[in-house]
């Protein structure tokens, strides 16, 4: 019987977004439990940072939806699976699960699969195309959320071909969002690199620049904040990419300078070690007007002992531990995440440390990228025979 699983997963880019970055510290972990790991992706951000002695990387364009790419690089997954003998082929996006399918029909290999999102459908050809994610032997959903999604749209298929499905919550390298491994001379270089005024309280929102985000929203609620005749002195900063979407970025400008807030808002690009972003911050935001499957913002946030406060859609819900841990108000509604703020600043420091204190035993219990890996991990030794 076989001892050593070897897992190929299969991801369009590795940024750092929380599809990738649960890819990456699965990837090392299955090579430190002495399996062989492969990836296979386009590019990214984070394949510099992947140990090329634990985790073989091959790069394709699987990122592509055109469907003869789609096709080859499913031949040539197929070429991969023989020659390294792979037991499992995990994918973890629409375009590359259509080409592991074929590949693992062709070789007869076990083929999982994990939903990141909703893939929202509007007609029967995208809901076909979405319909890969559950051509698996095994369906992965990040949250419950996610899963009484699949199980609403889907669950007809999953009776009729006996496939599984079971939540896997997505996990966080705790080493890594740990408060107090920050020195202080990132935090300085990080107030000095942008300017920062760290007397002031601090209220960041990260995410990528997209209108699902809802930085405007964060906007329109800093602005009433603002007028609020017995405010708190406060900084907001947006931090995200535009990841080419210079229209969106350019109306978020806009709106900042119609409001007159260009001393109030801060808009920063990217920053290379997210946990200094957090450490700086008084409050985290995620304003997303769209469910997000997981909410990795809310549980880093947590993770650095930050407050945090989410709107009350989506995989949020069930990592904060509302008015303990994190606070939720009303999605869209910038009028009560104005207030929300507002009655947050009012609290005194060691209100605002113990919601943050919390906020990191909640992740320690719940949300350790550990568990997460191992449980996956289980899974795969569950499906191949070995448990």
Known sequence: MKNKIKVLQIIPKLGYGG???????????????????CIITSGGELLKYIDKNKVKVFKLPVHSKNPIL???NSIIISFIIMIYNIDIVHARSRAPAWSALIATKITLRKFVTTFHGTYNFNNRLKKFYNSVMVRSDLVIAGSNFIFSHINNNYGNFFLKNNKKLLVIFRGINLNYFDPKKIVPSKIDKFLKKYNVDRNKFIILLPGRLTS??????????????????????????ILGSDQGRNVYKKQLIGLVEQYRLSKIIKLIDHCEEMPVAYRIANLVCSCSIEPEAFGRVSVEAQAMEVPIIASNIGGSIETIVKSKTGFLYKNKDFIELANLLYNIMQKDYNSLKLIGVEGRKNVIKKFDVDKMCHTTLTEYKKLIGLL
């Open 70 to 72: 789609i096709f080859t």
């Open 212 to 237: 699902w985000k809802g930085q405007k929203v964060f906007i329109e609620a800093l602005k009433i904040l603002n007028e609020q005749e017995n405010a708190q002195s406060f900084l907001g900063i």
């Open 19 to 37: 599809a990738e970055t649960g890819c990456y510290d699965l990837a090392h972990y299955l090579s430190e439990e002495n399996c062989k790991s």
